[in-house]
């Protein structure tokens, strides 16, 4: 798995523990440290990545639910 595939993966893991019912909103912020994308350095990640990493974790949340409604 790449660095980026990673972030995509992090985010939907977040996105996907998070309970509307019960938690508060949250805004996701993404950093990163990487070899190759970064220099070792510590980063933000990219407007293009995150914005990306966001939609597929959406996504992949309201996948879920519906799946979920088609049980129920």
């Keep these: ?3 980026r595939e990673a ?3 992090a985010a939907k893991v977040i996105y996907t523990v ?3 019912v019960k938690d508060k ?3 996701l ?3 990163w440290i990487s070899g190759s994308e970064t220099e070792g350095r510590h980063q ?3 407007k293009e990545l995150f914005d990306h ?3 597929q974790a959406k996504a992949a949340v309201a996948d879920s639910d ?3 409604d088609d049980k129920a």
């Design 1 to 3: 798995m790449s660095v």
């Design 7 to 9: 972030v995509v993966e």
């Design 18 to 20: 998070h309970d509307e």
């Design 25 to 27: 909103d949250f805004e």
């Design 29 to 31: 912020e993404l950093s």
């Design 44 to 46: 933000r990640v990219p």
């Design 53 to 55: 990493a966001v939609a």
């Design 66 to 68: 519906s799946e979920d």
